[in-house]
């Protein structure tokens, strides 16, 4: 077959900071997947991307190309309305455990598909997988009979869906070329358009455990998704949330089931319950259904029954003990305060060298490992106070863990003058 384009033409019109025509994306995109476009054609291109930027007009078609790669699933046969939430990534961020049979129990369909940690931020599918027996890889007809059966659905995304986005994605994780803001909202979009909902709402983190480590570059990320969204028919809207501090009081696979356990019981930490509730408002306004208040469900046990049903129809023991580590070390207080500095990136990176994170796509994740805290920024803190448990199933790890959280924490002589906001900002009609 004779090529319309040629992948140095096209690499070249980017690198001379040039626009690419809607015939000129396709092919792009189609010729990576063939074949045709070599990993390293596709790499340039990833890097002239990276510096140059692209106009939203072209973002909206890669979009569009990397779902016309692959099967679009359907939905037609709820009789619910759908809506997925998806979270850009941080430090003990479990809030899709509660909150997708939250909103399911609120009236609304939950199409979950969720991913895996990388590096210090955790994985929806890695932290259920200590549930003994519960199943991420689902047929498209097993998704769809869970939810139907349970109102909503986490599992992993098919090899049919967005492929172009599964090989680009690999190859940026390993040419620098993941923080390119279009890459990013194309590829997070490209794979929510094709599951297929109705509605979107975004968690874009802004901070230091955060991909976005600026309010403007976090904003501007979730304009462009925003933008993609409604643009394909799906409507979105995003909350900017803070992720200079962990969330809760876990980073760890099975320690942060264990809190999401909490959270559906009623109780839970006061932040993730916050904005386990703001996002699930949200959910439920784009959805346009709520036949139950989100607290309520909270309350009143329907969220939990909803949870012990997901798993159950996904092949876990919702009530079996989840793992535990071998060894737990404790982080103590060097001085006496108030605790003005909880730092995420540290605690995230201390939990991944504990074992609960992976380093590259194939390697396994301990359940059991992590770093789990008792304080809250601000709270009192007395000299030799435990600051942190360090969990593990392999002592060795344990001093590297001690090295990542020497600048987790500062400890103050008053508490800070700005108190922290969980939620910055919302985009979107
Ligand atoms: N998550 C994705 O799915 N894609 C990206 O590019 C970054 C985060």
Redesign the pocket.
């Known amino acids: 077959m004779t090529e319309p384009f040629s992948a140095v033409e096209l690499i070249s019109i980017k690198r001379d900071r040039g626009v690419l025509s809607d015939s000129q994306i396709d092919w792009m995109i189609d010729a990576y997947v063939r074949g045709i476009v070599a990993d390293e054609q596709m790499s340039a291109m990833a890097m002239a991307i990276l510096l140059n930027g692209m106009q939203n007009t072209e973002i909206s078609r890669w979009t569009d190309a990397m779902i016309k790669s692959g099967e679009r699933l359907d939905f037609s046969a709820l009789t619910r309305p759908t809506v997925d939430k998806h979270s850009?990534?941080g430090v003990g961020d479990m809030i899709t455990l509660p909150l997708a049979p939250l909103v399911a129990a609120c009236g609304a369909a939950v199409p979950q598909l969720s991913?895996r940690g990388l590096g210090h931020t955790g994985g929806t599918l890695d932290k259920l997988e200590s549930i003994p027996g519960w199943q991420a890889n689902l047929s498209n007809q097993q998704m769809l009979d869970v939810i139907i059966k349970v109102g909503a659905v986490i599992c992993a995304a098919g090899p049919g869906l967005a492929p172009a986005?599964k090989k680009l994605?690999a190859l940026?994780d390993v040419t620098g070329t993941?923080p390119a803001i279009p890459?990013?909202?194309?590829?997070?979009m490209s794979?929510k358009i094709a599951e297929g909902t109705s509605a979107l709402v975004l968690d874009v983190k802004v901070g230091s455990g955060a991909?976005m480590k600026s309010m403007d570059q976090a904003r501007l990320l979730a304009e462009t998704m925003v933008e993609i969204g409604v643009n394909a028919g799906v409507k979105t809207r995003a909350l900017l949330t803070n992720m200079d501090s962990p969330l809760g009081f876990a980073a760890g696979n099975a320690l942060e089931v264990a809190q999401a356990v909490e959270v559906l019981s009623g109780g839970g930490p006061k932040d993730v319950v916050e904005l386990t509730l703001a996002l699930a408002n949200e959910m439920l306004d784009l959805a346009g259904v709520k036949t139950k208040d989100p607290a309520t469900a909270l309350a009143d046990g329907s969220a939990l029954d909803v949870w012990h049903a997901l798993i159950t129809a996904q092949g876990g023991n919702s009530n079996a003990p989840l793992p535990r580590a071998k060894y737990q070390h404790q982080v103590v207080a060097q001085t006496s305060g108030y605790l003005t500095k909880l730092d995420a990136l540290s605690i995230g990176n201390a939990a991944w060298v504990l074992g609960a994170g992976r380093t590259r796509k194939e390697d396994q994740v301990s359940s059991a490992a992590g770093v789990t805290w008792s304080h809250t920024l601000d709270m009192q803190v007395s000299k030799g106070e435990t600051l942190f448990t360090l969990h593990t199933d392999e002592e060795s790890r344990i001093d590297q863990a001690i090295v990542a959280l020497r600048n987790a924490t500062t400890i103050s002589k008053s508490p800070s003058v700005e108190k922290y906001q969980l939620i910055l900002d919302r985009i979107g009609a």
């Open positions: 850009t990534g991913g986005d994605y940026r993941v890459l990013i909202a194309s590829s997070i794979k991909f």
